[in-house]
């Protein structure tokens, strides 16, 4: 099983990103999707996810109108784009596949049973 997440880097407040995240070794359209970060010294925290058919979706509050999260089943890829940034959202950001065919919708890092190895957003003031 593996998560590939790509599209990090440095950029200026106010700029954008899109971060990408492709998942092979198990079936994508059975799970929900999520995408986290963890920012140095602190705890990871959730970002977004989207269910498995794509018809329903969370933000982070702290994202809200800012970043959003779709996906591609035909890639099996899942996405997160990223409008507005602001230093404080510097941290390496992760994907993660949730448990197959779990109805509820979490924002919780104990619920995934996969996570990528992370991709480093940077955002410079």
């Known amino acids: 099983v593996q998560l590939q997440a790509s599209g990090g880097g440095l950029v200026q407040a106010g700029g954008s990103l899109r971060l990408s995240c492709v998942l092979s070794?198990?079936?994508?359209?059975?799970?929900?999707m999520g995408w986290f970060r963890q920012a140095p010294g602190k705890e990871r925290e959730f970002v977004a996810a989207?269910?498995?058919?794509?018809?329903?979706?969370k933000h982070a509050d702290s994202v809200k109108g800012r970043f959003t999260i779709s996906r591609d089943s035909a890639k099996n890829a899942v996405f997160l784009q990223m409008n507005s940034l602001k230093p404080e959202d510097t941290a390496v950001y992760y994907c993660?596949?949730?448990?197959?065919?779990?109805?509820?919708?979490?924002?919780?890092?104990?619920?995934?049973?996969?996570w990528g190895k992370g991709t480093l957003v940077t955002v410079s003031s």
């Open positions: 070794g198990r079936t994508f359209s059975n799970r929900h």
């Open positions: 989207i269910t498995r058919s794509g018809s329903s979706v």
């Open positions: 993660a596949a949730d448990r197959a065919y779990t109805d509820i919708l979490s924002s919780s890092p104990r619920a995934m049973e996969y």
